[in-house]
C-alpha cells in the first residue's frame, strides 16, 4: 500500500509537485481562522438573540397559520397550489432523485474544478434565477388572486370606471382553483350518439361511447384533477422546458449538457429561494398572501 | 518513528523547544516534533487522525478561500458543534411530554449557561442547513460533481436530506405550539403521500397525531440514529473527496 502511495506520488509530474502547498500550515490554518470565527459569531449571535420558546404544546389550541419549520416552508408553499400527495412527496422525492442523477447525465469532465467553467455559465445563471425568480412569484401572485386585486384597484384607481370589479366572463382566470369552482361544467356536457359524456364531470365514463349501456366510471373529478394535479404538474415540467428550448434554440447560450444543467439549476434554486421565502414572510392568517409586517399568529 | 530535527546550536530557544517538544511524554503523544519543518508538517498532518482527514499537501488553487468559500468544512463544524451543544442539553432534557417544556424552561432560567448552549444549538442547526445548501451550490457551479466524484455527490444529496432530518425531529423537542404544530403540518405533508402515506405517517409519529409517542421517536433519531447515520456519510464523503484525487480541477 504505502509503496504503491509512494510511487504514485513520485510518477506525479514534476510541475505539479511546484504547485502544491502544504497543508499544515496553508490549510489548517485558513481552517483554524474560520472556525474561531464562526465560533465567536455564533456564542455572540447567541448571547443577544435568543431561541424561540412559545407556550407548551396544547393540541386544542391551533395557531393560525400553522407552519412547518423554515426549511419545509417551500414544501407547504406548493401545498396551497396543488394536491397534497404531490407538493408534500411526489415532487420532492423526484427532485432529489433528479438532483443526485445529475452527475450521471452531465458527464463530461471538461471544465471541472473552476468557477463558472463554460463561455455561457454566468449569463445561463443570472438568466435562469431570473426567470426563476420572477416566473414562481407571478405564478405565487396569480394563485393568491393578487392580479385581481391590483387590476380593480388600477382601474378604480384611475378613476376609469369607480365600481370596476372582475369581470365574469374572467371568472375562471382569478386563480387556479376557479377552474374547478367558477366553471359551470355541467353546462359543458354533450351527447355523443345516445351517450351521454360528461354530464358529471365528477365521474369520467369509461368505454367506446354507443358500445356500452352503463360505462364504467372512472372515479375522477376532472375539474379538481385539472386544476389541482394536471395543470401545476404541466407547469412545474413544462416550464423549465421552455425555458431550455428557449435558452437554446433562440438565444443560443446552450452547447452541453452542463449548459443545460446550469440554465435548469439555477432556476431551481430561485424556485426554492422564492417559495420559502413566500412561507417564511408572506403568508398569514389562513395562508392568505400578506406582507410581512401584517403577520399576525392567533390562535384558535 | 520519526526523529526530530534538533537546531545544530543549543541557545536557550533551542533548550526551551527540547524541554516541550523533544520530550518523551510529547513524542509519545505526537510522534513527530513541532510543526516547524516541511518535514515535521507533513508528518503531524499524516499522523494525526483528526488532520489525517487532509492530505499531506494540495494543489495550490484550492487553498484559495475563494473556491471553497469552507462551505463543507464550515457545514461539518457546525455537525461537531452540534453534537457539543447537543450532549450538554441532553444532561437537563427528559424526552417526556410531561417534563421536556419544563425542562427546556428550566435549562432557559436555572442552568448556568443554558440559555447559551441552547441559542447555540439552535442558531448552529439553522446555520448548517444554510452551509449545506451553499456547499451544494459551490459544488455545482465549479463543476465539482463530474467524474470520477458522481457517486460523492449522491452521497452529499444523502447527507443534504439527513441534515433536514435531523432539524426536524429536533424541533419538536422543546415541545411548545411552536413545535407542535410545526411537526404537525410536516407530518401531515407526510401523510399525503399515494401509497404507504398513511402507514409512514403512523411509523414517524408511533399514532395518528403527534404525542408522547412521537416524543420518544423524534427524541431518538435526533440524538442518535441520525447523527450516527450523518457520521458515516460524512466519513464516506470525506473518504471519498481524498480517493477521488483531492478537490476537482482541471484536467
Ligand atoms: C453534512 C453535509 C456535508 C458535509 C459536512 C460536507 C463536507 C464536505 C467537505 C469538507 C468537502 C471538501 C471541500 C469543501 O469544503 O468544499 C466536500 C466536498 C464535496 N462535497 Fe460535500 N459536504 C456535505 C454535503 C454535500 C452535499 C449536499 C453535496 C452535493 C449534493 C456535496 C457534494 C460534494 C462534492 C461533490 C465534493 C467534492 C468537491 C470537489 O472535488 O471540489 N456535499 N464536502
Known amino acids: 500500500m504505502a509503496e504503491r502511495v509512494v510511487a504514485a506520488l513520485q510518477r506525479r509530474p514534476r510541475r505539479e509537485r511546484e504547485e502544491e502547498v502544504l497543508v499544515w500550515p496553508d490549510l489548517v490554518f485558513v481552517e483554524f481562522i474560520s472556525a474561531v470565527l464562526f465560533t465567536v459569531s455564533l456564542v455572540v449571535l447567541s448571547v443577544f438573540i435568543n431561541a424561540p420558546l412559545l407556550n407548551r404544546a396544547d393540541p386544542d389550541t391551533t395557531p393560525n397559520p400553522s407552519k412547518a419549520p423554515w426549511y419545509f416552508l417551500n414544501l407547504q408553499e406548493l401545498l396551497l397550489h396543488m394536491e397534497p400527495a404531490w407538493a408534500g412527496v411526489i415532487v420532492p422525492t423526484i427532485l432529489l432523485i433528479v438532483l443526485a442523477a445529475v452527475p450521471y447525465w452531465d458527464r463530461s469532465n471538461e471544465q471541472q474544478g473552476v468557477w463558472f467553467g463554460t463561455a455561457n455559465s454566468v449569463r445561463l445563471t443570472i438568466w435562469g434565477m431570473g426567470v426563476g425568480l420572477f416566473g414562481t412569484i407571478w405564478l405565487i401572485i396569480y394563485d393568491g388572486q393578487k392580479h385581481v386585486e391590483w387590476t380593480e384597484n388600477i382601474i378604480r384607481g384611475l378613476g376609469l370606471n369607480r365600481d370596476f370589479t372582475w369581470p365574469g366572463g374572467l371568472d375562471w382566470a382569478r386563480d387556479l382553483r376557479s377552474l374547478d369552482t367558477r366553471i359551470n361544467w355541467d353546462d359543458l356536457s354533450f351527447t355523443i350518439g345516445d351517450f351521454k359524456m360528461f354530464q358529471d364531470w365528477r365521474a369520467i365514463p369509461l368505454g367506446i361511447p354507443g358500445t356500452t349501456e352503463d360505462p364504467w366510471l372512472l372515479n375522477l373529478n376532472f375539474p379538481s384533477f385539472l386544476s389541482q394535479q394536471l395543470i401545476p404538474v404541466a407547469t412545474m415540467i413544462g416550464l423549465p422546458v421552455l425555458l431550455y428550448l428557449f435558452t437554446r434554440h433562440k438565444l443560443g447560450w446552450i452547447y452541453s449538457r452542463r449548459d443545460t444543467a446550469i440554465l435548469i439549476f439555477s432556476g431551481f434554486i430561485a424556485t426554492y429561494i422564492v417559495l420559502t421565502a413566500v412561507g417564511q414572510f408572506f403568508r398569514g392568517e389562513a395562508q392568505e398572501l400578506r406582507a410581512p409586517w401584517d403577520i399576525v399568529v392567533v390562535e384558535e | ?251
Open chain 2, 1 to 251: 518513528m520519526a526523529t526530530a530535527e534538533r537546531p545544530p546550536a543549543r541557545g536557550f530557544n533551542e533548550q526551551l523547544y527540547d524541554l516541550f517538544f523533544n520530550n518523551y511524554i510529547w513524542k509519545s503523544i505526537f510522534r513527530s516534533g513541532y510543526p516547524n519543518t516541511p518535514r515535521n508538517q507533513m508528518l503531524v498532518v499524516a499522523t494525526n487522525v483528526f488532520l489525517h482527514l487532509h492530505p499531506t499537501r494540495i494543489h495550490r488553487t484550492h487553498v484559495k478561500i475563494t473556491h471553497t468559500y469552507c462551505l463543507g468544512g464550515l457545514t461539518f463544524f457546525m455537525f461537531l458543534g452540534l453534537t457539543v451543544t447537543g450532549v450538554l442539553l441532553m444532561f437537563y432534557y427528559v424526552p417526556s411530554v410531561e417534563r421536556a417544556y419544563a425542562d427546556i424552561q428550566a435549562l432557559e432560567t436555572n442552568v448556568r449557561f443554558g440559555s447559551l448552549m441552547r441559542n447555540l444549538h439552535r442558531w448552529m442547526a439553522h446555520a448548517m442547513i444554510i452551509t449545506v445548501l451553499l456547499h451544494m451550490m459551490r459544488v455545482f457551479y465549479t463543476g465539482a460533481y463530474k467524474p470520477p466524484r458522481e457517486f460523492n455527490w449522491v452521497v452529499g444529496v444523502i447527507l443534504f436530506i439527513l441534515t433536514l432530518l435531523l432539524s426536524f425531529t429536533g424541533y419538536l423537542l422543546p415541545w411548545d405550539q411552536l413545535a407542535f404544530w410545526a411537526i404537525t403540518v410536516g407530518t401531515t405533508m407526510v401523510g399525503s403521500a399515494p401509497i404507504l402515506g398513511d402507514e409512514s405517517k403512523f411509523l414517524l409519529l408511533g399514532g395518528f397525531s403527534v404525542g408522547p409517542n412521537a416524543l420518544i421517536r423524534f427524541y431518538t433519531l435526533h440524538v442518535i440514529a441520525l447523527p450516527l447515520l450523518a457520521a458515516i456519510f460524512m466519513a464516506v464523503h470525506f473518504w471519498r473527496v481524498r480517493r477521488d484525487g483531492g478537490l476537482a480541477r482541471p484536467l
